[in-house]
C-alpha cells in the first residue's frame, strides 16, 4: 500500500516545551469528539480503538509500514492449520495492580464473542484454550489467513476487575449498547495511560500509569488532557493560538494555514476509509430495485464532492477496497451521468421521484455534514426529495443502529487491512447471530457476494483471494449495493516539539503511550 507521512517544518528553531520546567508534562489533545464509551467491546468505532490503544494494549499491533509488532503478545507460532499459540510478556499488570494472564485473554475472547459490534470479526475464532498462565492457543475453525491481523482487536481486559456485582446489583462484565454499565464508565487496563477524570463531552483525563510494562518505550508524556472541539475553525484556532498541542483532524480547508505556521507541523498521510451512504430497503420500496440505486449513484458527483468540500484531500472512490488492498479492482470507475440517473428512475417507474429521509454525523467524518448537503443538493436532481438531518457522533450512532433514516452515513476503514472486513460489516447480509452486516443500514443481501467473502476467509492462497475478492467488488459494483463517495485522507497538527509524526499511522490510531515530547 502507498503510504507516506509529510511533516511541514515550521522553522529551524526548535520550540522547546513550554512546561519543560515543570517535573510533568502534560499534553492537551483536541479531538472533533471525545469517547462515547469506556468499553472497549460497546462499539466497533475509530474513537473507540483510540482509547483502547491509550488505556489497554493489544496482543499485537499495526506499525506505520503496516507489519506486525509485539505487545502483550511476545511471541507466536502456528502449531497447526487452525491453531496459533501465543506467548504472553511476563510481568504486565493492569492499573488495578492485578497481574496480566492468559486467563484474561480467555475472558476478553469470551466477551468479544458475544459483543454484537465485534462478534463478526471473530466468526471463524473458536476458542482460546488456556495452555498455562502465560500461554495461550487461538483456534479458528478452518485455516484463517487474518489471524494476526484479527489479533489487533484483542485488548485483554482485567478479568478480575470486571467480575462480580455492583453496588445496585448490575454484573460488572454486562455490555450494554449506547447505555450505563460499569464498563461504560470504569477501566482497568494495561495501557499506557489510565482515565482520571472524565466528563463526557467536556473533557478526559488520562494519567501516565506508573506501572506500565513498556520500559523501553521513548514517551515522556505524563497527562494528556483530551478536549471535544466539534468546530473545525474553533479546533485549527485552539492549536496556532497555542492553547492546544494536538489536534486532529485538520480540516481541508486549514491545510495551508497550519502547514505554513510557525511553531507547529502538519501530518499528513492518504487513507483508506471510505465514506459511504447505504439506503434502507425494508424502508423504502424503490430501493429494492437496483436501477434506483444504480441512479443514486449516477446522480452523485463524487470527483465534485472531494474537489469542491474535501479541497482534494480525499481520494475519489467507486467502491470499498483502496488500491493496495487485494479486493481493488482498477476497471470500477465512480459514475457520474444525471442523464443516465434520469434515465435510469424512468425505466424503474419513478420519474417523478419519491421523498426519503437522510441522516448523517455532524463531527464523526471530514466534512460529514456538509457532503451530506452535498449528496442531498444532487439528488434532488433527479426528483428525490431528502429531509437531512444531522447530529453529532454521540447521539447518531445509537440512531444508525435503529435504522432511524432511509439513507444514512457510514465511513469505514478495515482495521484488519483486508477487503472483507469491508463486505462483512457494510454490505452483508445481516445476521445478528454471527454479527455479520452489523453497520449494514441499507438491510442490502446478496447470497453470492456473501459466498464469495466466506470463501476467501478460509483461502490461504493470495491470488485466489485477490480474484473472489475482486469479484465480490464488481458485484457490489453492478447492484449498487451502497454509494462509495471517497477515501478520506488522514491530518494531524502538532506544536514543533511535540514529535507527533513518529505515533500516527494510516489506522488513525495515534500511539500516545510512545510520545516524545522535547
Not at 517544518?9 to 516545551?17: D, E, L, P, Q, Y
Not at 467488488?473 to 497538527?493: C, K, M, R, S
Amino acid at each position: 500500500m502507498n503510504q507516506f507521512i509529510r511533516i511541514a517544518a515550521a522553522g529551524a528553531m526548535t520550540v522547546m516545551c513550554g512546561f519543560a520546567a515543570n517535573a510533568e508534562t502534560t499534553v492537551k489533545v483536541a479531538y472533533d469528539a471525545d469517547p462515547v464509551s469506556l468499553d472497549p467491546h460497546e462499539q466497533l468505532s475509530g474513537g473507540t480503538l483510540q482509547l483502547s490503544h491509550m488505556v489497554f494494549d493489544p496482543l499485537v499491533r499495526w506499525t506505520q509500514d503496516l507489519q506486525f509488532e509485539a505487545r502483550l503478545a511476545e511471541s507466536w507460532e502456528q502449531i497447526d492449520a487452525t491453531t496459533t499459540r501465543f506467548k504472553l510478556r511476563s510481568g504486565v499488570t493492569f492499573h488495578s495492580g492485578n497481574a496480566l494472564t492468559a486467563k484474561d485473554v480467555d475472558w476478553t475472547f469470551d466477551r468479544l464473542k458475544e459483543s454484537p459490534d465485534f462478534k463478526g470479526i471473530f466468526a471463524l475464532f473458536t476458542d482460546v484454550e488456556v495452555v498455562d498462565d502465560m500461554t495461550f492457543d487461538l483456534k479458528t475453525s478452518e485455516p484463517y489467513p487474518l489471524v494476526l491481523h484479527t489479533a489487533t482487536y484483542i485488548f485483554p481486559m482485567d478479568s478480575a476487575f470486571y467480575t462480580g456485582q455492583t453496588d445496585d446489583g448490575k454484573d460488572k462484565a454486562e455490555l450494554v449498547k449506547h447505555g450505563d454499565s460499569f464498563a461504560s464508565r470504569n477501566v482497568s487496563g494495561t495501557g499506557p495511560f489510565v482515565v482520571s477524570e472524565r466528563e463526557q463531552g467536556v473533557k478526559v483525563v488520562f494519567d501516565r500509569f506508573a506501572g506500565y510494562w513498556d520500559a523501553a518505550s521513548p514517551g515522556n508524556v505524563d497527562k494528556i488532557v483530551l478536549t471535544p472541539i466539534k468546530e473545525d475553525p474553533t479546533r485549527v484556532a485552539a492549536l496556532l493560538s497555542g492553547d492546544v498541542d494536538f489536534i486532529a483532524p485538520v480540516p481541508p480547508t486549514d491545510l495551508k494555514r497550519v502547514d505554513g505556521a510557525d511553531g507547529v507541523d502538519l501530518i499528513t498521510m492518504p487513507g483508506t476509509r471510505i465514506i459511504t451512504f447505504q439506503m434502507n430497503q425494508n424502508r423504502v420500496e424503490a430501493f429494492k430495485d437496483a436501477r434506483v440505486r444504480q441512479a443514486i449513484d449516477f446522480a452523485v458527483n463524487n470527483d465534485a464532492i472531494v474537489k469542491k468540500i474535501m479541497r482534494g484531500f480525499g481520494t475519489v472512490g467507486a467502491q470499498a477496497s483502496p488500491a493496495g488492498y487485494l479486493g481493488y479492482d482498477e476497471a470500477l470507475t465512480p459514475r457520474f451521468d444525471v442523464e443516465k440517473a434520469k434515465a435510469l428512475m424512468a425505466e424503474a417507474g419513478y420519474a417523478d421521484g419519491f421523498s426519503i429521509t437522510m441522516m448523517a454525523p455532524n463531527n464523526r467524518y471530514v466534512n460529514d455534514d456538509k457532503i451530506a448537503q452535498a449528496v442531498a443538493s444532487m439528488l434532488s436532481k433527479i426528483n428525490i426529495k431528502v429531509d437531512l438531518q444531522t447530529m453529532p457522533k454521540a447521539q447518531y450512532w445509537p440512531k444508525f443502529d435503529e435504522r432511524a433514516a432511509d439513507m444514512m452515513m457510514i465511513g469505514w476503514h478495515a482495521d484488519t487491512e483486508d477487503s472483507a472486513n469491508f463486505h462483512q460489516f457494510l454490505s452483508a447480509c445481516p445476521d445478528e447471530a454471527t454479527g455479520n452486516g452489523q453497520y449494514n443500514s441499507g438491510a442490502y443481501c446478496n447470497a453470492e457476494a456473501d459466498k464469495l467473502m466466506m470463501d476467501s476467509n478460509s483461502e490461504t492462497d493470495a491470488a485466489k483471494r485477490a480474484e473472489m475478492l475482486q469479484k465480490l467488488e464488481g458485484i457490489l459494483y453492478e447492484e449498487a449495493a451502497f454509494i462509495p463517495l471517497h477515501w478520506q485522507n488522514l491530518a494531524w497538527g502538532a506544536k514543533s516539539n511535540v514529535k507527533a509524526g513518529a505515533i500516527v499511522n494510516a489506522l488513525n490510531f495515534p500511539y500516545f503511550g510512545d510520545l516524545v515530547v522535547e
